[in-house]
């Protein structure tokens, strides 16, 4: 198993992970094991009222699992989980060499990733994970353009054991693909866009079971 082969252009910025959402962890944990034959590694809890479980497409990239922490109190409103009725493809993050220039340089061609913010996770077995991220006051379910991540000296999570499965392609669909486009582009990232009704995510993985589409 490799590392994407087609759908992202590797121009200033680097394939980080991709963002499935699913509104009951358990549920959407055990679906993605049937449906792959892999079953995701537990990753943590976040303090926004979220956790993750987490399979890699190889050293330096993953897919993050995501969904409401059984443990909290209040329904997340992180990547829409707070209405999210059934899973979806819901972001992904790229890694830049710097991610301050990276913003920068994006505001200058005019598309503002957002503001760099430090976050925060514990593993289950209590190492803490630190990084920075841009974050938007964006309410969109699906966000196409992706977010920026820089993890400095914390080790990245797909060097870790996790299970692994390959990547085969990144796409999306959006009603104005030009927009789109230019957005990517400001990041120094191409991916394949098609015209459609609203803004969506496609990931193809070969897994164990053959080929899966995640959307």
Do not use: C
Not at 85 to 102: F, G, N, Q, Y
Not at 155 to 182: N, Q
Not at 187 to 198: A, F, H, I, K, N
Request: charged share 25%; no cysteine.
């Amino acid at each position: 198993m490799t590392e994407p082969r087609r759908g992202l252009g590797d121009i200033r910025t680097r394939l980080d992970h991709l963002v499935y959402a699913v509104p009951d962890l358990a549920a959407g944990i055990a679906e993605f094991a049937e449906r792959t034959g892999v079953r995701p590694v537990a990753g943590g809890s976040h303090p926004g009222g979220t956790a993750n479980y987490l399979v890699r497409f190889g050293p330096t990239s993953y897919l993050e699992i995501i969904g409401p922490d059984p443990e909290a109190t209040a329904r997340p409103r992180a990547f829409g989980l707070e209405t999210l009725t059934a899973p979806r493809l819901a972001a992904w993050a790229v890694r830049p060499e710097d991610i301050d220039k990276a913003v920068w340089q994006a505001r200058e061609q005019g598309f503002d990733p957002g503001d760099v913010q430090p976050l925060s996770r514990r593993t289950p077995a209590g190492e803490l994970l630190e990084w920075r991220l841009t974050r938007r006051e964006d309410p969109a379910a699906v966000r196409p353009v992706p977010f920026l991540i820089d993890w400095g000296d914390t080790p990245h999570p797909a060097a870790s054991d996790l299970p692994l499965v390959s990547l085969t392609s990144l796409s999306a669909v959006h009603p104005d693909p030009d927009e789109l486009r230019r957005d990517l582009a400001a990041l120094g990232v191409r991916l394949d866009v098609s015209p459609g009704p609203e803004p969506a995510l496609r990931a193809v993985i070969d897994t164990p079971l053959g080929s899966v589409t995640l959307r």
